[in-house]
Protein backbone atom coordinates (compact mmCIF):
# COMPACT_ATOMS: atom_id res chain seq x y z
CA UNK A 1 0.00 0.00 0.00
CA UNK A 2 1.54 2.97 -1.09
CA UNK A 3 1.90 6.09 2.07
CA UNK A 4 0.73 9.57 1.32
CA UNK A 5 1.28 12.23 4.13
CA UNK A 6 -0.44 12.49 6.78
CA UNK A 7 -1.07 16.19 6.90
CA UNK A 8 -2.88 16.26 3.42
CA UNK A 9 -5.10 13.51 4.05
CA UNK A 10 -6.26 15.24 7.22
CA UNK A 11 -6.78 18.24 5.85
CA UNK A 12 -9.07 17.26 3.00
CA UNK A 13 -10.72 15.45 5.10
CA UNK A 14 -11.43 18.31 7.43
CA UNK A 15 -12.00 20.09 4.11
CA UNK A 16 -14.59 17.35 3.37
CA UNK A 17 -16.45 17.57 6.49
CA UNK A 18 -16.48 21.15 6.51
CA UNK A 19 -18.02 21.47 2.99
CA UNK A 20 -20.73 18.32 2.82
CA UNK A 21 -23.48 20.26 4.69
CA UNK A 22 -23.44 23.17 2.74
CA UNK A 23 -23.20 21.58 0.04
CA UNK A 24 -25.13 18.44 0.14
CA UNK A 25 -28.23 19.80 -0.94
CA UNK A 26 -27.09 19.93 -4.27
CA UNK A 27 -24.98 16.78 -4.83
CA UNK A 28 -26.67 13.86 -6.37
CA UNK A 29 -26.80 10.89 -3.80
CA UNK A 30 -26.07 7.48 -4.03
CA UNK A 31 -26.24 4.28 -2.84
CA UNK A 32 -22.55 3.47 -2.24
CA UNK A 33 -19.51 5.92 -3.11
CA UNK A 34 -15.94 4.46 -2.59
CA UNK A 35 -13.43 6.72 -2.27
CA UNK A 36 -9.45 7.12 -1.93
CA UNK A 37 -8.59 4.76 -4.15
CA UNK A 38 -6.22 4.41 -7.09
CA UNK A 39 -8.44 2.98 -10.21
CA UNK A 40 -6.99 0.79 -12.68
CA UNK A 41 -9.43 0.64 -15.60
CA UNK A 42 -7.93 -0.86 -19.31
CA UNK A 43 -9.06 2.19 -21.27
CA UNK A 44 -7.06 4.60 -19.10
CA UNK A 45 -3.22 5.06 -19.59
CA UNK A 46 -2.46 5.42 -16.25
CA UNK A 47 -4.20 4.32 -12.77
CA UNK A 48 -6.24 7.59 -11.52
CA UNK A 49 -4.79 8.26 -8.08
CA UNK A 50 -7.67 9.14 -5.53
CA UNK A 51 -10.22 8.75 -7.27
CA UNK A 52 -14.06 8.21 -6.25
CA UNK A 53 -16.75 6.48 -7.89
CA UNK A 54 -20.65 5.96 -6.84
CA UNK A 55 -22.85 3.62 -7.65
CA UNK A 56 -26.72 3.66 -7.70
CA UNK A 57 -28.89 0.70 -8.71
CA UNK A 58 -26.11 -2.14 -9.65
CA UNK A 59 -24.49 1.04 -11.76
CA UNK A 60 -21.80 3.22 -12.01
CA UNK A 61 -22.92 6.56 -11.95
CA UNK A 62 -19.69 8.90 -11.91
CA UNK A 63 -16.91 8.89 -10.90
CA UNK A 64 -13.67 11.60 -10.53
CA UNK A 65 -10.58 12.49 -8.70
CA UNK A 66 -10.10 14.68 -4.67
CA UNK A 67 -13.64 15.42 -2.79
CA UNK A 68 -16.49 13.44 -4.17
CA UNK A 69 -19.31 15.24 -5.13
CA UNK A 70 -22.01 12.47 -4.18
CA UNK A 71 -23.14 11.72 -1.36
CA UNK A 72 -24.07 7.90 -0.37
CA UNK A 73 -25.89 5.83 2.03
CA UNK A 74 -23.26 3.92 2.36
CA UNK A 75 -19.48 4.92 1.98
CA UNK A 76 -16.14 2.37 1.95
CA UNK A 77 -12.68 4.17 2.13
CA UNK A 78 -10.64 2.06 0.23
CA UNK A 79 -7.32 3.31 1.68
CA UNK A 80 -5.63 4.09 -1.43
CA UNK A 81 -6.37 0.50 -2.42
CA UNK A 82 -6.24 -0.21 -5.77
CA UNK A 83 -9.90 -0.51 -7.77
CA UNK A 84 -10.58 -2.36 -10.49
CA UNK A 85 -13.34 -3.47 -13.01
CA UNK A 86 -14.49 -7.23 -12.14
CA UNK A 87 -12.46 -10.15 -13.35
CA UNK A 88 -13.97 -12.40 -16.94
CA UNK A 89 -13.43 -16.17 -17.19
CA UNK A 90 -14.55 -16.40 -20.80
CA UNK A 91 -13.77 -20.59 -20.67
CA UNK A 92 -15.73 -22.64 -17.76
CA UNK A 93 -17.71 -26.01 -17.80
CA UNK A 94 -20.10 -25.42 -14.48
CA UNK A 95 -21.00 -28.97 -14.47
CA UNK A 96 -17.49 -30.97 -13.98
CA UNK A 97 -15.95 -31.26 -10.93
CA UNK A 98 -12.37 -31.49 -10.55
CA UNK A 99 -10.82 -34.74 -10.19
CA UNK A 100 -13.88 -36.17 -9.18
CA UNK A 101 -16.16 -39.94 -10.56
CA UNK A 102 -18.73 -42.04 -9.31
CA UNK A 103 -16.04 -44.90 -9.57
CA UNK A 104 -13.73 -43.39 -7.57
CA UNK A 105 -16.09 -42.86 -4.59
CA UNK A 106 -19.11 -44.31 -2.76
CA UNK A 107 -19.32 -40.16 -1.68
CA UNK A 108 -19.80 -39.01 -4.66
CA UNK A 109 -23.67 -37.66 -4.22
CA UNK A 110 -22.87 -35.29 -1.53
CA UNK A 111 -19.04 -34.63 -2.74
CA UNK A 112 -20.74 -33.09 -5.64
CA UNK A 113 -23.33 -31.58 -4.06
CA UNK A 114 -20.75 -29.44 -1.34
CA UNK A 115 -18.45 -28.86 -4.46
CA UNK A 116 -21.51 -27.37 -6.67
CA UNK A 117 -22.66 -25.50 -3.94
CA UNK A 118 -19.60 -23.52 -3.09
CA UNK A 119 -18.17 -22.80 -6.79
CA UNK A 120 -20.02 -20.05 -7.69
CA UNK A 121 -18.60 -18.24 -4.62
CA UNK A 122 -15.35 -19.32 -5.41
CA UNK A 123 -14.99 -17.81 -8.73
CA UNK A 124 -16.16 -14.70 -6.85
CA UNK A 125 -13.50 -15.43 -4.05
CA UNK A 126 -10.84 -14.64 -6.93
CA UNK A 127 -12.51 -11.73 -8.24
CA UNK A 128 -14.40 -13.66 -11.42
CA UNK A 129 -17.54 -11.18 -11.56
CA UNK A 130 -18.45 -12.88 -15.14
CA UNK A 131 -18.23 -16.53 -16.37
CA UNK A 132 -19.00 -17.74 -19.97
CA UNK A 133 -20.17 -21.24 -20.28
CA UNK A 134 -19.04 -22.85 -23.60
CA UNK A 135 -20.97 -25.89 -23.26
CA UNK A 136 -24.04 -25.31 -21.57
CA UNK A 137 -26.61 -27.46 -19.77
CA UNK A 138 -29.77 -25.81 -18.90
CA UNK A 139 -30.17 -27.72 -15.54
CA UNK A 140 -26.80 -26.85 -14.42
CA UNK A 141 -27.13 -22.81 -15.64
CA UNK A 142 -30.23 -22.75 -13.25
CA UNK A 143 -28.47 -24.49 -10.26
CA UNK A 144 -25.91 -21.72 -10.83
CA UNK A 145 -28.04 -18.73 -10.67
CA UNK A 146 -29.94 -19.99 -8.16
CA UNK A 147 -27.00 -19.88 -5.63
CA UNK A 148 -27.34 -16.63 -3.10
CA UNK A 149 -24.61 -15.08 -4.84
CA UNK A 150 -22.95 -16.03 -7.99
CA UNK A 151 -20.91 -14.12 -10.79
CA UNK A 152 -22.70 -13.11 -13.86
CA UNK A 153 -23.28 -15.92 -16.20
CA UNK A 154 -23.26 -16.18 -20.04
CA UNK A 155 -23.33 -18.86 -22.16
CA UNK A 156 -22.73 -20.30 -25.66
CA UNK A 157 -26.04 -22.73 -25.28
CA UNK A 158 -25.12 -26.40 -25.58
CA UNK A 159 -22.01 -27.19 -27.95
CA UNK A 160 -22.94 -28.06 -31.75
CA UNK A 161 -21.93 -31.69 -32.62
CA UNK A 162 -21.87 -32.73 -35.61
CA UNK A 163 -24.35 -35.77 -36.15
CA UNK A 164 -21.42 -37.97 -36.83
CA UNK A 165 -18.97 -36.78 -34.88
CA UNK A 166 -16.45 -36.73 -32.10
CA UNK A 167 -19.03 -35.88 -29.44
CA UNK A 168 -21.56 -37.99 -31.08
CA UNK A 169 -18.44 -40.70 -30.59
CA UNK A 170 -18.41 -40.42 -26.95
CA UNK A 171 -21.97 -41.58 -26.50
CA UNK A 172 -20.85 -44.98 -27.39
CA UNK A 173 -24.07 -45.59 -29.77
CA UNK A 174 -27.07 -43.94 -28.06
CA UNK A 175 -28.75 -41.15 -30.46
CA UNK A 176 -27.18 -37.87 -30.78
CA UNK A 177 -30.02 -36.04 -30.27
CA UNK A 178 -30.71 -37.52 -26.79
CA UNK A 179 -28.14 -35.98 -25.50
CA UNK A 180 -27.24 -32.90 -28.23
CA UNK A 181 -30.99 -31.90 -29.39
CA UNK A 182 -29.51 -29.19 -31.54
CA UNK A 183 -26.72 -31.27 -33.22
CA UNK A 184 -25.55 -30.14 -36.81
CA UNK A 185 -25.84 -32.60 -40.27
CA UNK A 186 -22.69 -31.61 -42.71
CA UNK A 187 -24.92 -31.50 -45.66
CA UNK A 188 -21.57 -30.83 -48.19
CA UNK A 189 -20.30 -34.03 -46.74
CA UNK A 190 -23.23 -36.66 -47.04
CA UNK A 191 -23.34 -36.16 -43.26
CA UNK A 192 -25.15 -39.19 -41.30
CA UNK A 193 -28.91 -38.56 -40.73
CA UNK A 194 -30.55 -40.50 -37.89
CA UNK A 195 -33.22 -42.69 -38.28
CA UNK A 196 -36.30 -40.61 -38.24
CA UNK A 197 -34.29 -36.88 -38.15
CA UNK A 198 -35.80 -34.04 -40.36
CA UNK A 199 -32.36 -32.54 -41.80
CA UNK A 200 -34.31 -29.07 -41.82
CA UNK A 201 -33.85 -29.13 -38.26
CA UNK A 202 -30.03 -29.46 -38.26
CA UNK A 203 -28.69 -27.23 -40.73
CA UNK A 204 -26.38 -24.12 -39.97
CA UNK A 205 -29.53 -21.87 -39.61
CA UNK A 206 -31.48 -24.42 -37.71
CA UNK A 207 -28.53 -25.01 -35.21
CA UNK A 208 -27.41 -21.28 -34.49
CA UNK A 209 -31.11 -20.56 -33.75
CA UNK A 210 -31.57 -23.08 -31.46
CA UNK A 211 -28.21 -21.14 -29.41
CA UNK A 212 -30.41 -18.53 -29.56
CA UNK A 213 -33.49 -20.22 -28.21
CA UNK A 214 -31.38 -21.35 -25.63
CA UNK A 215 -30.40 -17.60 -24.30
CA UNK A 216 -26.64 -18.66 -25.99
CA UNK A 217 -24.56 -15.46 -26.73
CA UNK A 218 -22.06 -17.28 -28.54
CA UNK A 219 -21.47 -20.81 -30.48
CA UNK A 220 -18.87 -23.60 -29.64
CA UNK A 221 -17.97 -26.25 -32.58
CA UNK A 222 -15.24 -28.85 -32.34
CA UNK A 223 -12.36 -29.81 -34.62
CA UNK A 224 -11.56 -32.99 -32.20
CA UNK A 225 -9.05 -35.57 -33.95
CA UNK A 226 -8.53 -37.58 -30.60
CA UNK A 227 -4.94 -38.20 -31.47
CA UNK A 228 -4.49 -39.31 -28.04
CA UNK A 229 -7.23 -42.26 -28.10
CA UNK A 230 -5.55 -45.49 -27.22
CA UNK A 231 -4.56 -47.40 -30.19
CA UNK A 232 -6.09 -45.01 -32.25
CA UNK A 233 -9.77 -43.22 -32.29
CA UNK A 234 -12.70 -44.87 -34.24
CA UNK A 235 -14.23 -43.73 -37.07
CA UNK A 236 -15.70 -40.20 -36.60
CA UNK A 237 -16.40 -37.42 -38.99
CA UNK A 238 -14.84 -33.57 -39.06
CA UNK A 239 -16.51 -30.75 -40.15
CA UNK A 240 -16.31 -29.49 -43.72
CA UNK A 241 -14.93 -26.31 -44.05
CA UNK A 242 -17.74 -25.18 -45.97
CA UNK A 243 -20.46 -26.17 -43.25
CA UNK A 244 -17.97 -24.61 -40.66
CA UNK A 245 -18.52 -21.37 -42.53
CA UNK A 246 -22.60 -21.47 -43.11
CA UNK A 247 -22.57 -21.48 -39.23
CA UNK A 248 -19.92 -18.17 -38.93
CA UNK A 249 -22.18 -17.03 -41.34
CA UNK A 250 -25.55 -17.57 -39.54
CA UNK A 251 -23.79 -16.26 -36.38
CA UNK A 252 -22.32 -13.78 -37.13
CA UNK A 253 -26.12 -12.24 -39.02
CA UNK A 254 -27.23 -12.48 -35.12
CA UNK A 255 -24.15 -11.08 -34.01
CA UNK A 256 -22.91 -14.08 -31.92
CA UNK A 257 -18.79 -14.44 -31.64
CA UNK A 258 -18.05 -18.57 -32.84
CA UNK A 259 -15.64 -20.30 -30.54
CA UNK A 260 -13.84 -23.19 -31.95
CA UNK A 261 -12.51 -26.41 -30.29
CA UNK A 262 -9.05 -27.49 -31.89
CA UNK A 263 -5.75 -28.52 -30.50
CA UNK A 264 -3.51 -29.77 -33.28
CA UNK A 265 -1.93 -27.83 -36.27
CA UNK A 266 -4.75 -29.21 -38.55
CA UNK A 267 -7.58 -27.83 -36.30
CA UNK A 268 -5.74 -24.59 -36.23
CA UNK A 269 -5.26 -24.50 -39.59
CA UNK A 270 -8.93 -25.15 -40.44
CA UNK A 271 -9.45 -22.25 -37.69
CA UNK A 272 -7.74 -19.70 -40.22
CA UNK A 273 -9.92 -21.38 -43.09
CA UNK A 274 -12.90 -20.74 -41.79
CA UNK A 275 -13.31 -17.21 -40.35
CA UNK A 276 -14.17 -18.37 -36.69
CA UNK A 277 -13.83 -15.96 -34.17
CA UNK A 278 -11.85 -17.75 -31.29
CA UNK A 279 -10.27 -20.72 -30.54
CA UNK A 280 -10.92 -22.10 -27.37
CA UNK A 281 -7.22 -23.62 -26.94
CA UNK A 282 -3.43 -23.20 -27.94
CA UNK A 283 -2.17 -25.90 -30.36
CA UNK A 284 -0.61 -28.24 -27.84
CA UNK A 285 -0.93 -31.57 -29.94
CA UNK A 286 2.39 -31.32 -32.62
CA UNK A 287 1.03 -34.25 -35.15
CA UNK A 288 4.80 -36.14 -36.55
CA UNK A 289 6.72 -35.33 -33.31
CA UNK A 290 6.77 -36.97 -30.44
CA UNK A 291 5.20 -35.68 -26.76
CA UNK A 292 8.50 -33.83 -25.30
CA UNK A 293 9.70 -31.87 -28.68
CA UNK A 294 11.06 -29.01 -27.65
CA UNK A 295 10.16 -27.05 -30.59
CA UNK A 296 7.54 -27.68 -33.10
CA UNK A 297 7.96 -28.48 -36.52
CA UNK A 298 8.46 -25.71 -39.58
CA UNK A 299 4.89 -26.03 -40.68
CA UNK A 300 3.61 -25.96 -36.67
CA UNK A 301 4.93 -23.13 -36.07
CA UNK A 302 4.24 -21.41 -39.66
CA UNK A 303 0.44 -21.70 -38.19
CA UNK A 304 0.91 -20.30 -35.07
CA UNK A 305 2.70 -17.36 -36.74
CA UNK A 306 -0.24 -16.90 -39.04
CA UNK A 307 -2.78 -17.23 -36.57
CA UNK A 308 -1.04 -14.54 -34.22
CA UNK A 309 -0.81 -12.16 -36.75
CA UNK A 310 -4.36 -12.91 -37.63
CA UNK A 311 -7.94 -11.51 -36.52
CA UNK A 312 -8.57 -15.18 -34.51
CA UNK A 313 -8.49 -14.53 -31.02
CA UNK A 314 -6.95 -17.45 -28.87
CA UNK A 315 -7.45 -18.78 -25.42
CA UNK A 316 -4.77 -20.53 -24.17
CA UNK A 317 -5.72 -22.58 -21.48
CA UNK A 318 -2.39 -23.42 -20.14
CA UNK A 319 -4.03 -24.42 -17.06
CA UNK A 320 -5.77 -27.71 -18.74
CA UNK A 321 -1.98 -28.75 -19.53
CA UNK A 322 -1.46 -28.89 -15.70
CA UNK A 323 -4.59 -30.13 -14.66
CA UNK A 324 -3.06 -33.60 -16.51
CA UNK A 325 0.35 -33.54 -14.66
CA UNK A 326 -1.16 -32.28 -11.55
CA UNK A 327 -1.19 -36.73 -11.08
CA UNK A 328 2.51 -36.40 -10.94
CA UNK A 329 2.71 -33.40 -8.70
CA UNK A 330 2.39 -33.92 -5.05
CA UNK A 331 3.14 -30.19 -4.41
CA UNK A 332 -0.57 -28.88 -6.08
CA UNK A 333 -2.92 -30.64 -3.58
CA UNK A 334 -0.78 -28.68 -1.15
CA UNK A 335 -1.69 -25.41 -1.69
CA UNK A 336 -3.35 -23.79 1.03
CA UNK A 337 -6.04 -21.98 -1.18
CA UNK A 338 -7.58 -24.95 -1.88
CA UNK A 339 -9.26 -24.80 1.57
CA UNK A 340 -11.04 -21.16 0.24
CA UNK A 341 -12.57 -23.03 -3.22
CA UNK A 342 -13.72 -26.09 -2.21
CA UNK A 343 -15.27 -27.81 1.25
CA UNK A 344 -12.41 -29.69 3.21
CA UNK A 345 -14.25 -33.39 2.54
CA UNK A 346 -13.96 -32.71 -0.83
CA UNK A 347 -10.26 -31.82 -0.68
CA UNK A 348 -9.96 -35.27 1.33
CA UNK A 349 -11.52 -36.84 -1.31
CA UNK A 350 -8.67 -35.68 -3.79
CA UNK A 351 -5.87 -36.29 -1.38
CA UNK A 352 -7.32 -39.96 -1.05
CA UNK A 353 -9.33 -41.79 -3.30
CA UNK A 354 -9.20 -39.56 -5.82
CA UNK A 355 -5.09 -40.85 -6.02
CA UNK A 356 -6.20 -43.84 -8.30
CA UNK A 357 -6.40 -42.18 -11.80
CA UNK A 358 -2.48 -41.79 -11.55
CA UNK A 359 -2.43 -45.45 -12.08
CA UNK A 360 -5.29 -45.45 -14.04
CA UNK A 361 -3.66 -42.84 -16.38
CA UNK A 362 -0.23 -44.62 -16.88
CA UNK A 363 -2.06 -47.59 -17.28
CA UNK A 364 -4.03 -46.20 -20.68
CA UNK A 365 -1.27 -43.48 -21.99
CA UNK A 366 2.37 -44.39 -20.46
CA UNK A 367 3.31 -46.25 -22.85
CA UNK A 368 2.29 -43.38 -25.60
CA UNK A 369 3.80 -41.04 -23.89
CA UNK A 370 7.41 -41.75 -21.99
CA UNK A 371 9.62 -44.32 -21.60
CA UNK A 372 9.50 -46.51 -18.64
CA UNK A 373 6.14 -45.54 -18.30
CA UNK A 374 6.06 -45.18 -14.03
CA UNK A 375 5.18 -41.43 -11.93
CA UNK A 376 8.76 -40.18 -12.15
CA UNK A 377 9.20 -40.52 -16.34
CA UNK A 378 5.60 -39.34 -16.53
CA UNK A 379 6.06 -36.32 -14.06
CA UNK A 380 9.68 -35.19 -15.88
CA UNK A 381 7.55 -35.92 -19.49
CA UNK A 382 4.49 -33.78 -18.37
CA UNK A 383 6.49 -30.96 -17.41
CA UNK A 384 8.62 -31.00 -20.60
CA UNK A 385 5.10 -30.71 -22.14
CA UNK A 386 4.02 -28.08 -20.63
CA UNK A 387 7.23 -25.96 -21.41
CA UNK A 388 6.83 -26.33 -24.60
CA UNK A 389 3.50 -25.03 -24.97
CA UNK A 390 4.60 -22.36 -23.12
CA UNK A 391 7.17 -21.74 -25.64
CA UNK A 392 4.65 -21.51 -28.17
CA UNK A 393 2.53 -18.91 -26.49
CA UNK A 394 5.48 -16.82 -26.00
CA UNK A 395 6.35 -17.14 -29.50
CA UNK A 396 2.67 -15.98 -30.74
CA UNK A 397 2.86 -13.22 -28.14
CA UNK A 398 5.45 -11.48 -29.50
CA UNK A 399 3.66 -11.62 -32.86
CA UNK A 400 0.68 -9.93 -31.14
CA UNK A 401 -1.26 -12.67 -30.77
CA UNK A 402 -4.57 -11.76 -29.30
CA UNK A 403 -5.21 -13.71 -26.37
CA UNK A 404 -8.10 -14.05 -24.13
CA UNK A 405 -8.41 -15.31 -21.12
CA UNK A 406 -9.59 -18.46 -20.32
CA UNK A 407 -8.96 -21.13 -17.78
CA UNK A 408 -11.26 -24.04 -18.88
CA UNK A 409 -12.47 -24.73 -15.00
CA UNK A 410 -13.26 -27.46 -15.20
CA UNK A 411 -11.82 -29.59 -17.69
CA UNK A 412 -12.62 -32.99 -17.54
CA UNK A 413 -10.49 -35.94 -17.80
CA UNK A 414 -7.59 -36.91 -15.19
CA UNK A 415 -6.09 -34.78 -12.86
CA UNK A 416 -7.39 -32.71 -9.89
CA UNK A 417 -5.86 -29.56 -10.57
CA UNK A 418 -8.79 -26.98 -12.13
CA UNK A 419 -11.19 -26.01 -8.58
CA UNK A 420 -12.86 -22.56 -9.74
CA UNK A 421 -11.70 -19.40 -9.01
CA UNK A 422 -8.30 -20.66 -7.87
CA UNK A 423 -7.37 -22.52 -11.33
CA UNK A 424 -8.43 -19.46 -12.97
CA UNK A 425 -5.63 -17.20 -10.63
CA UNK A 426 -3.31 -20.18 -11.48
CA UNK A 427 -4.19 -19.46 -15.14
CA UNK A 428 -2.80 -15.71 -14.67
CA UNK A 429 0.58 -17.24 -13.29
CA UNK A 430 0.80 -19.49 -16.33
CA UNK A 431 0.81 -16.52 -18.54
CA UNK A 432 2.77 -14.50 -16.67
CA UNK A 433 5.06 -17.67 -16.35
CA UNK A 434 5.05 -18.03 -20.13
CA UNK A 435 6.44 -14.11 -21.05
CA UNK A 436 2.84 -12.29 -21.20
CA UNK A 437 3.05 -8.98 -19.13
CA UNK A 438 0.76 -7.98 -16.74
CA UNK A 439 -0.88 -5.25 -18.71
CA UNK A 440 -2.03 -7.73 -21.13
CA UNK A 441 -2.99 -10.07 -18.83
CA UNK A 442 -5.24 -7.34 -17.32
CA UNK A 443 -6.71 -6.21 -20.74
CA UNK A 444 -7.20 -9.84 -21.38
CA UNK A 445 -9.53 -10.09 -18.07
CA UNK A 446 -11.69 -7.36 -18.89
CA UNK A 447 -12.21 -5.04 -21.96
CA UNK A 448 -10.60 -8.07 -24.13
CA UNK A 449 -12.84 -10.56 -23.03
CA UNK A 450 -15.86 -8.16 -22.76
CA UNK A 451 -15.52 -6.78 -26.48
CA UNK A 452 -15.31 -10.22 -27.69
CA UNK A 453 -18.10 -11.47 -26.48
CA UNK A 454 -20.11 -8.55 -26.90
CA UNK A 455 -19.93 -7.29 -23.31
CA UNK A 456 -18.82 -4.18 -23.21
CA UNK A 457 -21.24 -2.14 -22.78
CA UNK A 458 -22.09 -3.74 -19.95
CA UNK A 459 -19.08 -4.94 -18.11
CA UNK A 460 -14.77 -4.60 -18.53
CA UNK A 461 -14.18 -0.79 -17.81
CA UNK A 462 -15.02 1.36 -14.64
CA UNK A 463 -17.29 4.37 -16.56
CA UNK A 464 -20.19 5.61 -16.00
CA UNK A 465 -23.33 3.46 -17.32
CA UNK A 466 -21.31 -0.01 -16.19
CA UNK A 467 -22.48 -2.37 -14.31
CA UNK A 468 -20.84 -2.14 -10.83
CA UNK A 469 -19.47 -4.90 -10.68
CA UNK A 470 -15.30 -4.01 -8.65
CA UNK A 471 -12.68 -5.47 -6.74
CA UNK A 472 -10.66 -3.74 -3.99
CA UNK A 473 -7.33 -4.95 -4.10
CA UNK A 474 -4.18 -4.06 -1.32
CA UNK A 475 -1.44 -4.57 -4.37
CA UNK A 476 -1.61 -3.06 -8.13
CA UNK A 477 -2.03 -5.68 -10.92
CA UNK A 478 0.05 -3.78 -12.88
CA UNK A 479 3.41 -4.84 -11.21
CA UNK A 480 2.50 -8.49 -9.52
CA UNK A 481 0.15 -10.79 -10.66
CA UNK A 482 0.16 -11.82 -6.99
CA UNK A 483 -2.56 -9.15 -6.28
CA UNK A 484 -5.06 -10.99 -7.87
CA UNK A 485 -5.04 -12.88 -4.76
CA UNK A 486 -5.33 -9.76 -2.52
CA UNK A 487 -8.39 -9.06 -2.97
CA UNK A 488 -10.09 -7.23 -0.21
CA UNK A 489 -13.06 -6.75 -1.38
CA UNK A 490 -15.73 -7.88 -4.42
CA UNK A 491 -18.81 -6.01 -5.42
CA UNK A 492 -20.93 -7.10 -7.26
CA UNK A 493 -23.83 -5.08 -9.11
CA UNK A 494 -23.28 -2.59 -6.26
CA UNK A 495 -23.71 -5.28 -3.69
CA UNK A 496 -20.49 -5.07 -1.12
CA UNK A 497 -19.04 -8.24 -0.17
CA UNK A 498 -16.02 -9.11 2.19
CA UNK A 499 -13.78 -11.64 0.61
CA UNK A 500 -13.48 -14.19 3.63
CA UNK A 501 -17.65 -14.62 2.99
CA UNK A 502 -17.18 -16.41 -0.03
CA UNK A 503 -14.26 -18.70 0.93
CA UNK A 504 -15.47 -22.36 1.70
CA UNK A 505 -13.87 -21.69 5.11
CA UNK A 506 -16.45 -19.54 6.59
CA UNK A 507 -18.92 -22.47 5.66
CA UNK A 508 -21.16 -19.87 4.18
CA UNK A 509 -22.29 -22.01 1.10
CA UNK A 510 -26.08 -22.33 1.72
CA UNK A 511 -26.74 -19.19 2.36
CA UNK A 512 -25.32 -15.15 2.78
Same mark, same amino acid.
Given at each position: ????? /????????????????????? $?????????????????????????????? +??????????????????? /????????????????????????????????????????????????????????? %??????????????????????????????????????? *??????????????????? #?????????????? %??????????????????? =????? $?????????????? &????????????????????????????????????????? $? =?????????????????????? %?????????????????????? +???????????????????????????????????????????? !? +?? *??? #???????????????????? %???????????????? #????????????????????????????? !?????????????? *????????????????????????????? &? =??? &??????? +???????????????
Amino acid at each position: MKNRP /IRIRAAALALFALTQPACSQA $WPEADLLIRNATLISPERAAPLENAWVSVS +DGRITALGTGIPTVRANRT /IDADDSYLIPGLIDSHVHLYHATGLRARYTEDYAALYRGYMEQQPRSFLFHGFTTVI %ELNADAETNARFEAAPLHPHLVHCGQGIALSDGFMALEL *EGAPVGGAYPGYLIDSYAN #GFIPEGANPAAHTP %EAVVASVVRQGGQCVKLYY =EEALW $WPGGAPDFRLPSAA &IVRDVVSEAHAVNLPVLLHATTPAGHEFALETGVDILAHGM $W =EWTGQTFTDPHPAADTADIARR %EARSQIAMQPTIQTIRNTASLF +DPAVLEAPQWADVVPAAYLDYLRGDAQVQREQFLAMFGDMIAEG !S +DA *ENM #GAAQTAFLDRYKNLIWDMYV %ENARFLFGSDTAVGGF #GWASPPGLAGYWEMRNWVDAGISLPTLFR !SLTIDNAAAFGLAD *EVGTIEPGKRADLLILRASPLRDVAAYDQ &I =ETV &ILEGEVI +DRAVLSARSGAAGGH
